[in-house]
């Protein structure tokens, strides 16, 4: 009775949750003040010290998932797998490049955006490392281990509502957030998931997510979900009505991207529809 009862709390998909995110967090804030540590003692350029600690972090989250998840499931992690590496990692580099492309397209066509100066190419490379780093602890935590756990019990609509409610409220939290910036994120944590499902590899929302954040802020020099701006390729000024630029948020709280993703986010949706891909609640298993 006493083993019955420790199964089912072992088994039980919260505790699978809380486990994996304690796991997962420590080891990648471990990983980066370790690193941290060490490479502090080098001459290693600063820019280059980020980049390397932001892998290596990114890397060892990855690893901790693997090897956790592999004994407690008894399972192929196939969500991390080699296979489709590539194709997955174009198309969502492709994805989240477009998109932010659109959207400044549009701040440039009802605002004001100008270029004040080409910068140096290693200026990319600290939001590059934060990009990196950040697209992969997140998606591993919030897709990885939040969404398909929950996706496992209450099947695939509800996770993706949970895992859109989630994305929002974290962002909401973020400085100068508004109504507008908390249902653009509302939409993006929908259509991570959904690009989860559509090939049930990590690979492709950490590509999107990535190149999202990086084109926006390493490259375009725009203030991404109300954080400060680091270093990018181009110097840039951002003017014109909150609702088209972002405001203090950045343009991940304009309008046009909320539309943008809300657009990606039906397509999915509809090809994983389609393709039958959606999972079942446990009630109508």
């Known amino acids: 009775m006493q083993s019955t009862i420790k199964q089912k709390i072992i088994n039980f998909p919260l505790t699978k949750i809380i486990l994996g995110l304690l796991l997962c967090i420590t080891a990648f804030i471990l990983a980066q003040q370790l690193v941290g540590k060490i490479l502090d003692v080098t001459t290693i350029d600063k820019n280059y010290r980020n980049l390397i600690k932001g892998i290596i972090a990114s890397s060892f989250v990855i690893l901790i998932y693997i090897y956790f998840y592999k004994k407690y499931e008894k399972r192929e992690i196939r969500e991390f797998s080699s296979k489709g590496f590539l194709k997955n990692s174009i198309l969502g580099v492709l994805i989240g490049t477009v998109l932010q492309g659109l959207t400044i397209l549009v701040i440039w066509f009802e605002g004001d955006f100008r270029i004040i100066s080409v910068n140096p190419f290693s200026s990319i490379i600290t939001p590059f490392a934060v990009a990196f780093s950040v697209a992969i602890f997140e ?129 999915l949706l509809v090809l994983i529809i389609k393709q039958n891909k959606l999972i079942q609640p446990f009630w109508k298993k």
């Open 139 to 267: 998606e591993t935590l919030l897709r990885g281990i939040i969404f398909r756990i929950f996706e496992e019990k209450l099947g695939s609509y509800i996770s993706l509502l949970i895992s859109a409610i989630i994305f929002g409220a974290v962002h909401l939290l973020n400085p100068d957030s508004s109504v507008i910036s908390s249902i653009c994120m509302g939409i993006v944590g929908f259509m991570f998931g959904a690009s989860y499902i559509y090939n049930r590899s990590l690979w492709l929302p950490i590509a999107i997510h990535f190149s999202w954040n990086f084109v926006q802020s390493g490259i375009f020099g725009a203030i991404t979900s109300g954080n400060e701006k680091t270093s990018s390729l181009f110097s840039t000024k951002i003017s014109g009505t909150e609702l088209i630029t972002g405001g203090a948020f950045g343009p991940e709280g304009t309008i046009q991207a909320t539309i943008f993703w809300l657009l990606v986010s039906i397509i």
